[in-house]
């Protein structure tokens, strides 16, 4: 059975950091992609990064246009956790963060939507405020 637990939430003033950790149990690193997605009030979830292995062992990361520049992907295989460091957030950064993970999708050009992952972590609030 796969769990999706994150942590790392919290208020941060603007300018400042967080980062944001996801253990996935019962998954397997070699296939299948990790992805964070946040929901700001009033708003629809968006797809915010998005990690997987290729065949080749080449590691593919995406970013939203968003975050680019601020937010870092990261994955520890060897404890099936993958984080999210924030960077320079924004008030426009609130939200429920969302950790979902599935076995089958890859990371490519895009995220890929949010109906496609199977499963989704209960989600960790950050708030970027003065």
């Known amino acids: 059975q796969l769990q999706v637990v994150e942590s790392g939430g919290g208020l941060v003033q603007p300018g400042g950091s967080l980062r944001l950790s996801c253990v996935a149990s019962?998954?397997?690193?070699?296939?299948?992609?990790i992805a964070w997605y946040r929901q700001a009030p009033g708003k629809e979830r968006e797809g915010v990064s998005c990690i997987s292995k290729g065949g080749s062992g080449t590691t593919y990361i995406v970013y939203a246009d968003s975050v680019r520049g601020r937010f870092t992907i990261s994955r520890d295989n060897a404890n099936n956790t993958v984080y999210l460091q924030m960077n320079t957030l924004k008030p426009e950064d609130t939200g429920i963060y969302y950790c979902?993970?599935?076995?089958?999708?890859?990371?490519?050009?895009?995220?890929?939507?949010?109906?496609?992952?199977?499963?989704w972590g209960q989600g960790t609030q950050v708030t970027v405020s003065s």
């Open positions: 019962g998954f397997t690193s070699d296939t299948g992609a």
């Open positions: 979902v993970v599935d076995r089958r999708l890859r990371c490519s050009a895009t995220i890929p939507g949010a109906s496609l992952w199977d499963y």
